[in-house]
Nanobody
Framework: QVRLVESGGGLVQAGGSLRLSCATSGRTFNGYAMGWSRQAPGKEREFVAAITWSGDTTYYADSVKGRFTISRDNAKNAVYLQMNSLKSEATAVYYC????????????????WGQGTQVTVSS
């Protein structure tokens, strides 16, 4: 079955760092772009970052540019999100996403989603 499982969330102080991981099922997502979105309490889901299958192109929301870095390891069927200089507004449930094209992830219409991992930034 198609599945994406996020991990690495937790509680971190403002200014700190956290690294999220997304494990995928076997070779299901070969050739797929992948990324991350997040949803804060009472707010709509928003795009965070995306990366093409080859890793040659990345996309970031303006709010996280320069602080977050997305990467992937296709040999491990995994995607990562390194989050540095975290701010309180980063508190949200972070979801791993996969789609045939990165634009779908950027627009929030990814074909596949994980269950999410909670990130809480204290101030």
């Amino acid at each position: 079955q198609v599945r994406l499982v996020e991990s690495g969330g937790g509680l971190v102080q403002a200014g700190g760092s956290l690294r999220l991981s997304c494990a995928t099922s076997g070779r299901t997502f070969n050739g797929y772009a992948m990324g991350w979105s997040r949803q804060a309490p009472g707010k709509e889901r928003e795009f965070v970052a995306a990366i093409t299958w080859s890793g040659d192109t990345t996309y970031y929301a303006d709010s996280v540019k320069g602080r977050f870095t997305i990467s992937r390891d296709n040999a491990k069927n995994a995607v990562y999100l390194q989050m540095n200089s975290l701010k309180s507004e980063a508190t949200a449930v972070y979801y791993c996403a996969a789609d045939g094209v990165p634009s779908a992830i950027v627009r929030g219409y990814s074909g596949y989603w994980g269950q999410g991992t909670q990130v809480t930034v204290s101030s």
